[in-house]
């Protein structure tokens, strides 16, 4: 069957489909709070499940709760062509962060639907579950799952604050999959997502090309010190667990700081402590950090003075530290050969294109274990996201969706 070169996706049957996700687990005004595997993730993936059967594509659930949605090609035993992201937002989050991508696989198998193309390979079209890591930790689990990263068993017993873990809540709403955990072979994953940052809308850009990651480290780190009087207990005596968390974090912040000219970023992420309250001191607490830049090598002087400030920060107190999980993500970890693809794609289409480098982690970053993986970005109002307020036009999504429809396309049928 010829290549439909000039096939373009239905903005307005997308645009749609976006309004009527958003209407699921609301946020603050304009936003979403669509928690990993609450009752709302239910209800968009019973949703997106069912734009999918209208579709025609089958369905099949992971033991983590990924969602594989496939549309059969001319040759069914070839791997497929697999788009997606994911459904669950932050928990003050925007319509778009994830949710663009998922329904942008759905659009390219709809637009192809309308043509009545079918591709030789066929095409998969992907929910990973918990990309945000906002209600269990790590973030991006169900990719980091089915790539091998972490364990089916580890996976589902992450706990969210109130003690229940991602396998009994799956179970709960329907979603804990039989698909055996070792994954199945990819041709190509893309990954279409809105930047999350202000550069392609500042410079006016349709499409960012998207050649790697800010290589990352994430640390989890717990601090243990002892419960006492906040008022007679003396200072010398004093292991204030809060405190040698507060000062990594600080320690953390720092960091971003003195590396900010040269495009580093750092963030104090979170602190818990208990029992955290006035009139004791606290004997426990955990902190998470991350920093991130441009270049691998900053990126790990960066990482080694986090890993001192624990030590620093547990010294200072007279408190000891325990570092309970490292993450590592980003790099040039993309495929070349499916960067230029991309950007040879979206300049024969005639959009304003711009390579770019991704600061936020994404599933991609691990299915680029898996498979030759890239991403494709569309640009957001102001670089605003994690935020209710994150936007973006049909006009800002449309160039990348095109993109994506013909790249897939491309890949698909040779
Ligand atoms: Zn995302």
Redesign the pocket.
């Known amino acids: 069957m010829p290549l439909p070169a000039n096939a373009r996706v239905d903005i307005e049957r997308f645009w749609a489909t976006i309004e009527r996700s958003a209407e699921i687990g609301p946020g603050r005004p304009g936003g979403l709070s669509r928690l990993a595997v609450s009752d709302s993730d239910k209800e968009i993936r019973d949703e997106f499940v069912g734009w999918c059967r209208q579709a025609g594509l089958s369905i099949r659930v992971d033991g983590i709760g990924n969602i594989f949605a496939r549309r059969a090609g001319t040759d069914d035993s070839l791997p497929p062509v697999v788009m997606g992201?994911?459904l669950d937002t932050q928990i003050n989050g925007g319509r778009f962060?994830?949710i663009a991508?998922v329904l942008a696989g759905l659009e390219v198998c709809r637009t192809l639907d309308a043509l009545g193309h079918r591709t030789r390979r066929p095409l998969e079209v992907v929910n990973w579950t918990n990309?945000?890591g906002a209600r269990f930790s790590p973030p991006m689990v169900g990719s980091g799952c089915f790539t091998g990263a972490y364990t089916l068993d580890w996976a589902q017993g992450r706990r969210d604050d109130d003690g229940k873990s991602i396998g009994e809540e799956l179970a709960r709403i329907g979603y804990l999959g039989e698909m055996e955990a070792s994954p199945h072979e990819f041709d190509a994953y893309f990954e279409f997502?809105?930047e999350?940052g202000p550069i392609l809308d500042r410079d006016g850009m349709q499409v960012g090309v998207v050649t790697g990651g800010f290589p990352s480290t994430g640390m989890l780190v717990e601090f243990r010190g002892e419960t006492a009087h906040t008022g007679p207990w003396p200072m010398e005596r004093r292991k204030n667990a809060l405190l040698a968390g507060a000062r990594f974090l600080v320690a953390v912040d720092d960091l971003g700081w003195d590396h900010a000219g040269s495009g580093g970023k750092a963030t104090a992420a979170r602190l818990v402590a208990w029992p955290n309250k006035p009139g004791i001191l606290s004997d426990w607490a955990q902190a998470v950090g991350d920093v991130r830049h441009p270049d691998p090598e900053t990126s790990e002087v960066m990482a080694e003075r986090m890993r001192r400030a624990v030590g620093e920060a547990a010294a200072r107190t007279d408190c000891t530290a325990e570092v309970l999980d490292v993450w590592k993500w980003g790099g040039r970890i993309f495929a070349q050969e499916l960067i230029d693809q991309v950007r040879m794609t979206s300049l024969a289409l005639g959009y304003r294109t711009q390579d770019i480098l991704s600061q936020?982690g994404?599933?991609a970053y691990f299915v680029a274990r898996h498979a030759p993986t890239t991403m494709i970005f569309a640009p957001c109002k102001g670089g605003i996201t994690h935020n209710n307020a994150e936007l973006c036009t049909r006009e800002d999504l449309e160039p990348g969706l095109n993109v994506l429809l013909q790249t897939v396309l491309a890949r698909a049928d040779r």
Request: aromatic share 0%; no cysteine.
């Open positions: 992201s994911h962060d994830g991508g990309e945000e997502h809105i999350q936020a994404h599933d």
